[in-house]
């Protein structure tokens, strides 16, 4: 395949991604048929299938751009700020701006999103690579923060974050408050108690109990 070849096919995908998330904020997840986006984005049904088997297909190239927006967003956060607080607000207030546009369809996605044995679950196989780079971007926060932590704790906190995210997320989900408010002061109150529960670990007494989570987190992984 020549470059321009490559490079038609790849405008055409973002046109047709493009497309399909401005109908499913206009219309609903469950309204938008495959059909309707190629119509709209002026290809073939089948032109629209070849880069995207069907609407699920859709939602996992938009969890990708959603991930990738976020990492080039909390770049300049990262590369500010040492401090565990900052570092962690930062992130988790980035990724409400970089959602923002789709917050109005979002409830009607969740419902599909929720069923554990769906392929847009969070948790999914599907969702792998998005779930994969969000944890690599707590990896971070915590890797380059200011937390002292036991060293079983601190390779098991990443994806321990990403969960705290997860709760953020069905939080905004549902917020109906102006500038998502709610979600916003929930997160300005919650990290700094995390930070503090995290920093009791270092303590004599708490390290055992850490462990005793530890161990428990790891029972209960696939």
Do not use: C
Request: charge should be neutral.
């Amino acid at each position: 395949m020549t470059d321009g070849a490559t490079a038609k096919g790849e405008q055409t995908r973002e046109l047709i991604l493009t497309t399909a998330l401005r109908l499913f904020r206009e219309q609903g997840y469950g309204r938008t048929t495959m059909r309707a986006i190629a119509n709209e984005a002026g290809v073939s049904v089948g032109n629209a299938y070849y880069y995207y088997g069907s609407k699920d297909h859709l939602m996992q190239a938009y969890y990708d751009l959603l991930q990738e927006q976020h990492r080039v967003a909390v770049e300049p956060v990262l590369a500010a700020e040492e401090a565990f607080v900052p570092r962690m607000t930062g992130v988790l207030r980035t990724w409400l701006e970089v959602a923002a546009p789709y917050h109005e369809f979002a409830g009607t996605f969740f419902k599909t999103a929720a069923d554990p044995k769906s392929p847009l679950s969070p948790f999914s196989d599907e969702s792998r690579p998005a779930r994969d780079a969000s944890v690599e971007i707590f990896r971070q926060v915590v890797d380059g923060s200011d937390l002292k932590l036991p060293a079983e704790l601190r390779s098991e906190l990443p994806e321990l974050l990403w969960l705290f995210q997860m709760g953020i997320v069905l939080f905004w989900v549902h917020d109906q408050s102006d500038d998502v408010r709610r979600t916003r002061a929930l997160i300005t109150r919650a990290v700094p108690l995390l930070d503090r529960l995290l920093r009791l670990t270092r303590i004599p007494g708490v390290r055992g109990v850490t462990k005793d989570i530890v161990a428990l987190i790891h029972s209960i992984k696939p």
